[in-house]
């Protein structure tokens, strides 16, 4: 589906209001602070909108989505070290080198339950290293629950309980609006977290 979409992916999302590769931005620079340098790994990269945003804090940035020509649209921005096309919890278990920051900006609507993407990034990160990651928010706060658009909705508590159960520390969420569908506001959880040192 994304092979097919990859052409006009990136000005349909301007035409939405798309923020989430902003608001993942600035959420880890607050975490790891604006001057600093660290390993990025950007799971569901797509066309890598995030790339550009957090270049200039990668020591260096590794991009990870399932579809080819989408990686083929993130590889023309020229600011990933590398580009690997695979789906991102399988990619996430054969980490060897462990990364600062795990960031995934409208990527994690994609899977149901998230205990294994919690535990798999936790793996991922340096010891004091951050997720951060925009999820699609629950209008019921029911756990999981798969929509008519094919995406995921997750709720808060489920979410919290399950990246605190993980082993991460300092978990926030934050209400978010992600970008607009129809004309209304589609509400997500942004959050982040941070593995013991």
């Keep these: 589906m994304f092979d097919n979409f990859a052409a006009s992916f990136d000005s349909k999302l301007a035409s939405l209001e798309y923020r989430a590769p902003e608001l993942v931005k600035d959420a880890v620079l607050r975490e790891i602070g604006p001057d600093a340098q660290t390993d990025i ?10 790339g550009p945003l957090l270049r200039a804090n990668a020591s260096r940035m590794v991009g990870v989505d ?41 990527a994690l609507c994609y899977i149901g339950p998230v205990e294994a993407f919690a535990q798999n990034t936790l793996a991922a990160l340096k010891p004091g290293g951050v997720f951060v990651g925009s999820f699609e928010a629950d209008p019921d706060d029911a756990d999981v629950t798969l929509t008519n658009t094919g ?47």
Excluded at 164 to 172: I, P, R
Excluded at 181 to 189: D, I, M
């Design 151 to 197: 995406r995921y909705t997750h709720g808060r508590p489920y979410l919290a309980r399950v990246f605190n159960d993980a082993g991460f520390e300092a978990v926030t969420l934050t209400a978010e609006t992600l970008r607009f569908e129809q004309g209304k506001e589609v509400a997500g959880w942004l959050v982040s977290a941070r593995r013991p040192q």
């Design 41 to 50: 790994l950007d799971l569901g990269c797509g066309t890598g909108l995030c």
């Design 66 to 106: 399932l579809s080819g020509k989408m990686l083929a649209k993130a590889q023309d921005r020229k600011v990933y070290d590398a580009l690997e096309k695979a789906e991102f919890i399988a990619f996430l278990e054969s980490v060897t080198q462990p990364f600062g920051a795990v960031i995934a900006a409208d």
